[in-house]
């Protein structure tokens, strides 16, 4: 077996850079009896919208076994742990506070500070309680408002000891899978929704910025995007021209408001009812200024022209591909990363997921998993080149720490570091964990 590593005179293997690992609410905690009802249980009760007819009422049964998880992940060596949020687990539908459940995020920022582990807190992974989809969910944005006064209550609570707060992970999939695509919950279809939500979230994350920067001014607080670094099916022109909206509408649209309190040049493709309703002063909340940008990457996205003045995806073919059918391109990662920092001012950067999924299994209580310790140290290898080359990267997140609900394809793909039996909720660590766990521990 190969391990993972790094070289020895790399940046990444310094003890300030930080290692991490990465998990959110909804994948792993299961309790569902003990918070209030979420976009995602409506989703996955409803028919053909989950692979495999499952849903996160059980999960892995991180809050029964939150404990053993937190001395399974201090035994990896890591330097972190970043976790999510439920929103429905902390607040109640008539606005006031489950004090249970705010407890349970108390103790357990308390015991990962007790081991020395940095929290990074996501205060929104996807699970909107249902009655505010109820009232429109993110195409309402009265919703950003209830996220801030829910930052609030989170950001009082567990306070200056999380080391850093992202109000959101990946709008992009909140908004485009979730009410453009109709493939995540809620399950909503067309450009005006999809590009309504996410002027509401952008909105939802500037107001959470300002309670942050009120309530915790010591902790790191940004937000956590997703970027598939986008490439040209061929030379043509029209390929290319296709690219560059794809690429602006698939990421740009996230950043660039952000950075530079504007939509990419892609909205003017649009037609006027499908543009976002954006009120004065909306700008200006949205570019509150991050301390850091969280930057999830998996695979690059090839584009074509739909022949119609607009782009299509190319599905990717052939060997190869991960458990997800996505391509395995270290390059593209450090591309992504070079070029952003080319084109914006960025804040410090951390990695805050990378992974794969692979068909993995247990046998004779190992769990021999190749693929991924090569995923991870080409990827590894991939962010090393990009800080050469003069990129800010504080830490690098491995997605996930365990094996968990992947959304609509339920439990069938396996993206941990560990491997979990569903019947049994037996852990095991995967070769991989092992891997990253040695290199950990041969830093300087
Ligand atoms: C990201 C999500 C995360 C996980 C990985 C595989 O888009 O943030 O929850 O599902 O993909």
């Excluded at 794969?356 to 991924?372: I, K, L, M, T």
């Excluded at 995923?375 to 997140?397: C, K, P, T, W």
Aim: proline share 4%.
């Amino acid at each position: 077996m190969s391990t993972i590593s790094l070289p020895k005179q790399s940046a990444m293997m310094r003890r300030d850079f930080i290692y991490g690992v990465a998990t959110s609410s909804f994948q792993i905690e299961g309790a569902r009896d003990s918070r209030i009802d979420c976009i995602w249980d409506t989703f996955c009760a409803q028919p053909n919208t989950i692979e495999d007819g499952t849903h996160g009422d059980i999960a892995c049964e991180h809050v029964k076994y939150w404990r053993q998880d937190v001395d399974m992940i201090a035994d990896l060596g890591v330097d972190a742990y970043r976790l999510s949020v439920a929103w429905g687990r902390v607040m109640n539908e008539d606005g006031s506070v489950n004090k249970a459940g705010l407890q349970f995020y108390i103790d357990l920022v308390d015991a990962l500070h007790a081991k020395n582990i940095k929290v990074f807190i996501t205060l929104y992974h996807w699970d909107l309680p249902q009655y505010l989809e109820d009232k429109g969910g993110w195409l309402n944005r009265d919703t950003a408002h209830a996220f801030a006064h829910y930052t609030d209550i989170v950001s009082k609570a567990l306070g200056e000891d999380v080391y850093s707060y992202a109000t959101l992970n990946e709008p992009f999939c909140s908004a485009f899978l979730g009410y453009e695509a109709g493939i995540h919950a809620p399950g909503k279809t067309g450009k005006g929704n999809g590009r309504q939500a996410a002027h509401n979230l952008l909105l939802a994350h500037g107001l959470g910025m300002r309670v942050l920067r009120r309530n915790v001014p010591k902790s790191m607080c940004g937000i956590v995007l997703n970027f598939s670094t986008a490439y040209s099916a061929s030379e043509s022109p029209e390929d290319i021209a296709a690219t560059r909206m794809g690429d602006e509408y698939h990421n740009h649209w996230y950043i660039q408001p952000l950075l530079e309190a504007s939509y990419p040049d892609v909205i003017n493709h649009l037609e006027p009812h499908e543009r976002p309703v954006i009120e004065d002063g909306d700008m200006d909340i949205i570019s509150e200024k991050n301390d850091f940008i969280g930057i999830n990457y998996y695979t690059r996205a090839v584009f074509k022209s739909d022949g119609n003045g607009w782009f299509d995806q190319v599905v990717p073919q052939g060997d190869g591909l991960t458990a997800m059918g996505w391509e395995i391109v270290p390059d593209a990662f450090t591309k992504l990363l070079v070029d952003l920092n080319a084109r914006y001012e960025l804040p410090p950067i951390y990695i805050t997921e990378n992974g794969a999924a692979f068909d993995d299994s247990e046998v004779n209580g190992e769990v021999p998993d190749q693929p991924r310790i090569d995923y991870f140290n080409s990827h590894l290898r991939a962010v090393d080149s990009a800080m050469e080359q003069g990129v800010d990267i504080r830490g690098y997140f491995a997605w996930s720490l365990m094996d968990n609900f992947e959304w609509a394809l339920g439990y069938s793909k396996r993206f941990g570091i560990v491997y979990v039996d569903y019947d049994t909720q037996k852990r095991t660590l995967k070769n991989s964990a092992l891997g990253y766990k040695a290199m950990l521990n041969h830093r300087l």
